[in-house]
């Protein structure tokens, strides 16, 4: 195809919108000046015959007029020059003459009850019949038309005549007023109308010129095909990966929310987006939670985590600018709800095997200590020492109390939070009222709970004064699971204690932890409360639960169901 051919050089946007608005401005002002043309003769042309009837029916009662009409009607009048010279010269063609030129019109004829003109302008022409038809005023109507006569076209006005008894129709009178004159009043009336809608075309056309550079920047100069094309492209993309997104513009009212996003935020159904279905609605409305209501309007671009509902989920927001414009916010969400659950699996794992490996350590040194013994013939004590041995239990060196804790899972767990706590400096202790005759069958909600609750203690005592110390209690009732957990740290301040399970909200600061603090009680809430319990702070400020009281706060969580009679649970759970 030639390079000057449509595809090399396609009209844009910008050209189309201004070429359209102005055809369409230009049409509708030609109708306008049309319409205003044609009203305009109407209108000039029934002015112009108000006058003349003005003029008529003022000639028509003139005392003088009437009576020489009248003599002239009882007459029989025989056309020929002496009729001629004597109307030329008579009182009824001055009074003509003189009304026709105070009043400017193009004539004033006035005849006798047969049509006879007793005045006209053309002397030659008097006493000749009218040329058009004056039965209508001489049967005693006005007449006010447009008619052609010896004169030319006229706009003129016919009044009957009456006696001067004003009984009888003697004579018509007719007044014209040339159709050149309206023509010309017209031809003004447009002049000055013409102007106006020349500067109404030109007004259209800055309109479309400022419409077109709107429309310009509201598409970021894209062109239509473009502007479809990037629809469909968007439709595609976001309702076809598998991260949630949602967009707001600057006025924070929802442009685009795909089906994962929905998904994952809990979002009602009517909150959808997508080709024909952007429901413009504010992000406060959509249902978000306060945590990641926050992190869309922060906008910084810096991944958080958060829970809604059952689910745990990675959002971020950032700004969208183009050309130094502000456009909006984008907000990321990613599901960790799988991630985070074989994360607390493998801590869980984790943290048995290195009990496992301290305890192998520990019996290797016992070995060690009894081939001693018996290397060196000294039975009796290494009968002693296996005695000790029997009576400690291999758990009971690392953590006094576990014996009293009979779910392996729970063992190796407890043990693994001491060993953690002495790296950190603090001392794990078990307390008095510590009992558990059952197998959990939810090892990883109840580790995640209590995982959160010793790590958030075990933090809180390590920062505190001394004794740095952390107490756990664990009660069994029947299925149901109690815990109690407490910390010699400075305790919770007032002004958080109704909101630290709010998520986000932590005492300590949290620069550098991935995805920000506040998360761990929160979560350990919604899994309490998703078992049918709760997790609550018990004390604010501390009061431990055994007879040496801790002075830092103090939690209490109840987990119901998670408990089971009999080894059955653990051989299922393994």
């Known amino acids: 195809m030639s390079v000057f051919g449509r595809r090399a050089f396609p009209v844009r946007l910008r050209t189309q919108i201004v070429l359209l608005q102005v055809v369409l401005v230009a049409l509708t002002l030609g109708i306008a000046f049309g319409v205003f043309a ?13 006058r003349a009837l003005a003029v008529a029916r003022t000639v028509a009662s003139d005392p003088e007029v009437r009576a ?5 009607s009882e007459a029989t009048l025989v056309s020929g020059p002496d009729l001629t010279a004597e109307l030329a010269a008579g009182e009824v063609q001055q009074i003509a003459d003189a009304a ?27 006493g000749e019949r009218v040329s058009t038809d004056p039965s209508q005023a001489l049967a005693g109507s006005e007449v006010m038309i447009r008619e052609r006569g010896t004169l030319g076209e006229s706009v003129r006005a016919k009044v009957p005549i009456l006696r001067p008894n004003g009984e009888q129709v003697v004579g018509e009178v007719s007044v014209g007023i040339s159709t050149e004159a309206v023509h010309e009043q017209l031809v003004r009336d447009l002049r ?81 987006g997508g080709i024909g279905e952007i429901p ?37 927001a950032r700004t969208v600018r183009r050309d130094d414009r502000d456009l909006g916010a984008v907000l990321s969400v990613r599901d960790r709800t799988d991630i985070e659950s074989l994360t607390r699996q493998l801590d869980a794992v984790r943290s048995m095997s290195t009990v496992l490996r301290a305890q192998r350590h520990e019996f290797a040194n016992r070995l060690h200590l009894l081939n001693g013994l018996l290397h060196d013939d000294r039975p009796s004590e290494a009968a002693q020492y296996i005695s000790e041995l029997l009576g400690s239990g291999p758990l009971g060196a690392a953590l006094p109390g576990t014996d009293a804790v ?12 001491a ?5 950190s400096g603090v001392r794990l202790r078990l307390g008095p009222n510590t009992w558990v005759d059952a197998t959990l069958v939810l090892p990883v909600d109840v580790t995640t709970v209590l995982g959160n609750l010793i790590d958030n203690a075990i933090e809180a005592a390590r920062l505190g004064p001394p004794p740095h110390e952390v107490e756990v209690e664990l009660l069994q009732e029947d299925s149901t699971l109690h815990i109690a957990v407490a910390d010699s740290g400075a305790g919770v301040p007032a002004d958080l204690a109704d909101a630290i399970f709010t998520e986000g909200v932590s005492t300590r600061p949290g620069p550098g932890v991935p995805g920000g603090r506040g998360v761990g009680l929160a979560l350990s809430r919604q899994i309490a409360r998703a078992l049918g319990g709760d997790v609550r702070l018990a004390h604010p400020g501390g009061a431990g639960l055994a007879a040496e009281a801790l002075p830092g706060a103090e939690f209490i969580a109840r987990l119901p169901g998670v408990l089971v009679e009999g080894e059955a649970a653990w051989a299922e759970r393994i």
Not at 112 to 122: E, K, S
Not at 419 to 423: D, G, K, L, N
């Open 406 to 417: 009979h779910d392996p899972y729970l063992q190796a767990f407890l043990a693994a939070k």
């Open 100 to 126: 026709r030129g105070r009043t400017d019109a193009l004539f004033v004829v006035i005849t006798d009850d047969a049509g006879i003109r007793l005045a006209h302008p053309d002397r030659t022409r008097l």
């Open 419 to 423: 060993a953690h706590a002495r790296e």
């Open 38 to 50: 044609y009203v305009g003769n109407q209108r000039l042309s029934g002015e112009y015959g108000q």
């Open 192 to 272: 000055r109308a013409g102007l106006l809608v020349g500067l109404a075309l030109l007004a259209g056309v800055a309109g479309s010129l400022l419409l077109a550079r709107r429309w310009h920047g509201l598409t970021l100069g894209l062109e239509p095909r473009e502007l479809a094309e990037l629809v469909r492209e968007q439709d595609a993309v976001l309702h076809g990966i598998g991260e949630g997104v949602v967009a707001a513009d600057h006025r924070w009212r929802v442009t685009v929310v795909n089906d994962e996003a929905r998904r994952l935020l809990g979002l009602a159904a009517d909150v959808s």
């Open 280 to 316: 413009g609605r504010p992000i406060d409305e959509i249902g978000l939670t306060p945590r990641v209501l926050q992190v869309f309007r922060a906008a910084d671009g810096v991944p958080v985590q958060a829970t809604v509902g059952d689910r745990i989920v990675v959002v971020t």
């Open 68 to 72: 020489e009409v009248s003599r002239y």
